[in-house]
């Protein structure tokens, strides 16, 4: 026995998992919550429509989850993400919740139409039917990520794709110095340099959007171990495909249930995905930071937004705070993706027992990326300009730019005019002219035709 706490909607279950269960202060977002009872109001549907529920006990258990969607018992879910590997005392919270609410419903309607009618809900007779927190945790786990993906990442992606699309615009004409080994290379344009950005992101979007094929299938109908046992056997099916429709997403049933229970591979590869993304923003970040560094002392090419005071000792320093954030939040959602590998190849028999956190990693790698490429794209990327001076100083000051003129000139010529302004620390141009090749003006000519032919155009 147990004392539950006064005024609350959860049974005895949730009390014992509070007081068992009491590490940290990580709870399960309410987008999760809701998936869970989305497939508890499915789940009513099928069993109503099979006629393994009555019609009182069918209308008392949807009702009570509209009233959870409302938003209005977000508190009543308290549970901490450290609890057992299968989820179970969460779906049980969920299951006791929905039951306490469509009794009161029940009390009403016996107090109003029949006095003498006696009809309970109970949380893993009626809430629970033909499923088992082995099936039910794993499908709310798929589905969040799923749905969340579509919401929050993909239009986060797309809005930073439009910032640097805009940006290789306005500057794909402006040649600059390429590094390769953090040295001098052959020139290329800006919006070239942005047309790679956006090419990363695309291929981490396909990724992601390729991985997402393993997440839309579902465990439900599976119950305990994989066999389905005590659900009928076109349950898991139907709810799954009422889920879909609510959804708008490709839900289907896991050709192999066995696996979707004991197996959490299709997370992983997911959280893999996420990890390809974050490893591209990592390298966008540390670009802006290394182009923007100065203003006097770093290479100054890129002038970011000053946002904010960059010191509390130095006066006027502005930093680049936004790619520090983001660079940030990459390093943990490699993180993450490290515990969700560990998590998934730990699974053991015929169930893995760390789902808990794996989807509270990879939720958390969701936000935050979402948050992040979003706050980069308003704050950093948005502002962006190019201090076209140094650039253009740079860009004098380039050796390598000797590459592009090699066909033209010869090797040997070529050759012979980067050792002259090595040596005398001189432009190209001026090197050319001191060996009385070309004017000035004649290799500035001949150099920017070949850059505007050649020159790595986006």
């Not at 539950?4 to 909607?9: E, F, N, T």
């Not at 094929?213 to 009422?242: D, H, K, M």
Request: with cysteine; proline share 3%.
């Amino acid at each position: 026995a147990i004392e539950i706490d006064k005024g609350v909607l959860w049974g005895t279950q949730t009390q014992r998992s509070l007081k068992n269960f009491n590490i940290g202060k990580q709870r399960f977002e309410i987008g999760f919550i809701n998936a869970l009872v989305n497939i508890k109001q499915a789940g009513a549907h099928v069993n109503y429509a099979l006629g393994t529920l009555t019609s009182e006990h069918y209308e008392a258990i949807v009702s009570a989850c509209d009233e959870i969607f409302q938003g209005d018992y977000t508190d009543q879910f308290p549970l901490r993400v450290w609890q057992t590997g299968s989820g179970t005392q969460t779906n049980m919270n969920v299951n006791e919740v929905i039951c306490s609410l469509a009794n009161i419903q029940l009390d009403q309607r016996k107090h109003d139409e029949n006095p003498t009618k006696n009809v309970k809900v109970h949380p893993n007779d009626h809430v629970n039917m033909s499923q088992s927190s082995n099936d039910v945790f794993p499908t709310a786990m798929h589905i969040v990520a799923a749905q969340q993906t579509h919401q929050k990442l993909f239009p986060a992606i797309d809005r930073l794709d439009d910032e640097l699309s805009q940006k290789q615009a306005d500057f794909d004409d402006i040649h600059t110095v390429g590094r390769t080994h953090l040295m001098d290379a052959v020139p290329l344009t800006t919006g070239s340099v942005l047309s790679a950005y956006r090419s990363q992101l695309a291929a981490a979007k396909i990724a992601l959007q390729e991985s997402l094929q393993g997440v839309y299938q579902l465990a439900l109908g599976g119950t305990a171990v994989g066999s389905g046992c005590n659900a009928p056997p076109l349950f898991g099916e139907q709810v799954i495909a009422r889920l879909a429709k609510q959804y708008q997403l490709p839900f289907k049933q896991h050709q192999n249930l066995f696996a979707a229970v004991s197996g959490e591979d299709a997370l992983l590869r997911y959280s893999a995905a996420l990890k390809q993304l974050a490893a591209a923003l990592l390298k966008i970040a540390n670009d802006f930071r290394l182009l923007g560094s100065g203003p006097r002392c770093g290479f100054n090419e890129w002038q970011l937004p000053a946002n904010e005071p960059g010191s509390s000792i130095m006066p006027g320093k502005v930093n680049p705070t936004q790619c520090e954030a983001l660079s940030m939040v990459c390093l943990q959602v490699y993180g993450n993706d490290l515990t969700v590998s560990l998590a998934v190849s730990n699974g053991q028999l015929q169930l893995n027992t760390y789902r808990p956190v794996i989807i509270h990693n990879v939720m958390e790698s969701i936000k935050l990326l979402s948050d992040a490429m979003i706050s980069f794209a308003s704050n950093c990327v948005h502002g962006l300009e190019l201090n076209r001076t140094q650039i253009e100083a740079n860009m004098r000051n380039n050796l390598s730019a000797i590459t592009v003129l090699a066909p033209v000139l010869g090797y040997d010529v070529a050759a012979r005019i980067v050792h002259e302004a090595n040596h005398s620390h001189v432009s190209l141009a001026e090197a050319s002219q001191t060996l009385g090749l070309y004017s000035q003006e004649e290799f500035e000519v001949i150099l920017n035709e070949q850059l505007n032919e050649k020159g790595g155009k986006s």
